[in-house]
């Protein structure tokens, strides 16, 4: 009997949607905050909260959905409740209800990110391999808005951005209750917590969930002062800009001839060869960046050390985390990698760039090494 058809539909514009309201807050929230009078202490304050919502966000939304008779609802609270929370910063809000408005906001927005990946892989099965082409409608979504939403605020000011991505939401949400899992999950059982537990045991998880966490602290630098770097180096704006978008349209390539490269390659040899790529792009950053060629092909890199390693990721925690654990798996892998992760890269930027740029991005360069020697010492050579 042939498998039952994936929705690609519903769960590419869910994707889409996600990824496009990212595509908006990444780039220009910290503009937005600045037009509100905050300076560059209260500004990286509150854009922390975007990494430390994620160490509790996904895990706990996962729990809540993997313990309930119909999970589905908790991603449609969740998209509900990300639309409302946001409404929030349509109101006059000083420094302190800023604060409370992002904790609100960035929780569940982070939430429900790791139940839909379960979502997804639900329908995929054992065709786990064509996630990429599912997953690319984000990477497309969040192109889309970055150009367009920047020709918007140059015409309209950074004042209405939050007005600009109220319908993003709103769209997120609709295709939140278009979804469901492929089938309905069997109620969470005590046992299911101790096979769960057991399995975050075994050395290869360990070492996975491991080679997670130090590639996003190895993001540090990229994610917190790329855009600084690049000017102190002597690229405009327009230049700046080209080569963000530049890391996201090379990923594009991955997702789509994903099913293809794991045809080929195992999860764990991706997955090793993202972050050997990685190591290589930070070293490449560090040491020339003056030169813009070496830059250009730097961030196409961002196919393998981000898109690759994305795409690798979903398919071994498919195999570490089967059926009604998936989604839980999928909040621990979120928490500890953006999360705690996210964080800890932020913070060692910050105190690595006392040391100038150079030095932050080669010392990015050997923490991804590191992840890569463990990616083969417990992944590739004891497959």
Known sequence: MNPPAVPRFRLAGF??????????????????????????TAISVLMSLWYATRIVAPSTWTTLAARSPQPIRWLQIGSVLTLTTFVGFLLPLQLAGLFVAMVAFCFFYNAIMPQFESITLSHLGARSEGYGAIRVWGSIGFIVVVVLYGRLIDHLGVAVLPALMLPLFAAMVGFAFANSYARQPETHALDDDAGFRARLRRPQVIAFLGCAFLLQVSFGPYYTFFSIYLEGNGYSPTAQ???????????IGVFFFAARIFARWSADQVLLLSLLSAALRWWAIALWPDNVWVMVLAQTTHALSF???FAAAMQLLARYFPGRMNGHGQGVFYGLSSGVGGVAGALLAGQLWRFGGGMAFAVSGGIALLAAAIAWYWLVRRR
């Open 307 to 309: 898109g690759a390693f």
């Open 15 to 40: 994707y889409l949607t996600y990824y496009a309201a990212l595509g908006a807050f990444t780039p220009y929230w910290s503009l937005y905050l600045q037009s509100k009078g905050l300076g560059a």
């Open 241 to 251: 800009g080209l080569l963000w978008a530049t890391g996201v349209l090379v990923e």
